[in-house]
């Protein structure tokens, strides 16, 4: 029944919990883009007399796009086939191999009932062949927190602060501040400043209470320079020795959620990090057809389609590809008439493998 991203929170003995909860239907592929760009793990619910629907692989898919790595699907109700471990497998068979090739990590597949709460929060009799954990032990003991740094260190991504503020300190001199990603910031780092390339050392890394030896990914901070040079916000500090790639054309994946096709020739507002530039569709080069996660050639998007794009923006942009870090490789489009989201955008092409066959 949702619509928008509904919010929860919820703890237990062993951690606590920020629920997205996400709305399933397809009109609202949008509302599922926001709630996964934040995500540790994906719950998926099936309905495991059906299989795998259109929906559910569009939703997995997105998921997938968007950097999350580990899955839980709740094979539910069982209790309406009579806790048939044949439907079970396949629906086991189905999510292993579309987490495959989505790049899932790690994917568990549970029987419940939530009717009746069976293999929920408590471990049921119904299924004596099922040995697994309930979804509630999956939740527990799936690894999470500090999501964009988990994402930057297996991916390798250095150490990024996108500029959001420019502080002029009392008796001169300036920091700038914005928050850690990609990997932690120390006094000492010599860093790069982008697009202008600028190199310098990082000299103090403080926060409001006081001065820092190491600041991890997550934290907000602010940064002072050994040099006197131009930064300003939607600047971003890198490491010298691993920087973004700064570029004007960019070839990247989208969600499109608008009414109005995506085609070529079309301006938009892009805002990647802290910055904002202007930004023109040179090219729709493809597709992804989300039952065969094959991509298609077509000149065009529809709502709710996912696709790839050239852009060109009127400033550069130091970007990560977004299976490399999440922040820096992510975007949005703006219609600029009205001043709504559009398009929720990845740097690079969809990280999908071929089909096996």
Same mark, same amino acid.
């Given at each position: 029944?949702?619509?928008?991203?509904?919010? #929860?929170?919820?703890?237990?003995?062993?951690?606590?919990?920020?629920?997205?909860?996400?709305?399933?239907?397809?009109?609202?592929?949008?509302?599922?883009?926001?709630?996964?760009?934040?995500?540790? !793990?994906? !719950?998926?619910?099936?309905?495991?007399?059906?299989?795998?629907?259109?929906?559910?692989?569009?939703?997995?898919?997105?998921?997938?796009?968007?950097?999350?790595?580990?899955?839980?699907?709740?094979?539910?109700?069982?209790?309406?086939?009579?806790?048939?471990?044949?439907?079970?497998?396949?629906?086991?068979?189905?999510?292993?191999?579309?987490? +495959? #090739?989505?790049?899932?990590?790690?994917?568990?597949?549970?029987?419940?009932?939530?009717?009746?709460?069976?293999?929920?929060?408590?471990?049921?009799?119904?299924?004596?062949?099922?040995?697994?954990?309930?979804?509630?032990?999956?939740?527990?003991?799936?690894?999470?927190?500090?999501?964009?740094?988990?994402?930057?260190?297996?991916?390798?991504?250095?150490?990024? !602060?996108?500029?959001?503020?420019?502080?002029?300190?009392?008796?001169?001199?300036?920091?700038?501040?914005?928050?850690?990603?990609?990997?932690?910031?120390?006094?000492?780092?010599?860093?790069?400043?982008?697009?202008?390339?600028?190199?310098?050392?990082?000299?103090?890394?403080?926060?409001?209470?006081?001065?820092?030896?190491?600041?991890?990914?997550?934290?907000?901070?602010?940064?002072?320079?050994?040099?006197?040079?131009?930064?300003?916000?939607?600047?971003?500090?890198?490491?010298?020795?691993?920087?973004?790639?700064?570029?004007?054309?960019?070839?990247?994946?989208?969600?499109?959620?608008?009414?109005?096709?995506?085609?070529?020739?079309?301006?938009?507002?892009?805002?990647?990090?802290?910055?904002?530039?202007?930004? #023109?569709?040179?090219?729709?080069?493809?597709?992804?057809?989300?039952?065969?996660?094959?991509?298609?050639?077509?000149?065009?998007?529809?709502?709710?389609?996912?696709?790839?794009?050239?852009?060109?923006?009127?400033?550069? !942009?130091?970007?990560?590809?977004?299976?490399?870090?999440?922040?820096?490789?992510?975007?949005?489009?703006?219609?600029?008439?009205?001043?709504?989201?559009?398009?929720?955008?990845?740097? +690079?092409?969809?990280?999908?493998?071929?089909?096996?066959?």
């Amino acid at each position: 029944i949702t619509i928008d991203v509904a919010y #929860r929170y919820a703890a237990t003995p062993e951690r606590k919990f920020v629920i997205a909860d996400c709305p399933g239907h397809v009109q609202y592929t949008r509302n599922m883009a926001t709630g996964a760009s934040t995500a540790d !793990l994906a !719950l998926v619910v099936v309905d495991a007399s059906k299989g795998l629907r259109e929906q559910t692989r569009r939703h997995v898919c997105i998921a997938a796009l968007l950097g999350v790595r580990q899955l839980i699907v709740a094979a539910n109700k069982m209790d309406g086939i009579a806790w048939d471990e044949d439907a079970y497998r396949q629906v086991v068979k189905d999510m292993t191999e579309l987490s +495959g #090739r989505l790049g899932i990590e790690s994917c568990t597949v549970v029987p419940v009932s939530a009717l009746y709460g069976d293999n929920v929060a408590e471990r049921s009799d119904a299924a004596p062949w099922y040995d697994g954990p309930t979804i509630l032990e999956a939740l527990e003991q799936a690894p999470a927190g500090a999501w964009a740094g988990v994402h930057g260190a297996h991916h390798g991504s250095a150490a990024r !602060l996108p500029v959001q503020w420019v502080l002029r300190q009392p008796g001169g001199g300036r920091t700038y501040a914005g928050m850690v990603n990609g990997g932690p910031i120390r006094p000492g780092d010599d860093v790069v400043v982008l697009p202008a390339g600028q190199r310098t050392t990082v000299t103090a890394v403080e926060t409001l209470d006081g001065p820092l030896d190491v600041a991890s990914v997550g934290l907000s901070v602010s940064v002072r320079l050994a040099d006197d040079v131009d930064v300003s916000r939607g600047d971003i500090l890198a490491a010298a020795d691993d920087p973004p790639e700064v570029a004007t054309v960019i070839e990247a994946t989208v969600c499109w959620f608008d009414r109005r096709p995506l085609a070529a020739g079309a301006q938009y507002r892009l805002k990647h990090t802290t910055r904002v530039t202007q930004a #023109r569709v040179v090219a729709v080069t493809g597709r992804l057809d989300v039952n065969n996660l094959e991509l298609s050639p077509t000149e065009s998007l529809e709502e709710n389609d996912i696709g790839t794009v050239v852009l060109t923006t009127a400033s550069p !942009l130091a970007a990560d590809p977004y299976q490399r870090n999440r922040i820096t490789g992510s975007f949005v489009l703006i219609d600029p008439a009205t001043n709504g989201t559009v398009a929720a955008g990845m740097v +690079g092409p969809p990280d999908v493998a071929p089909s096996p066959d």
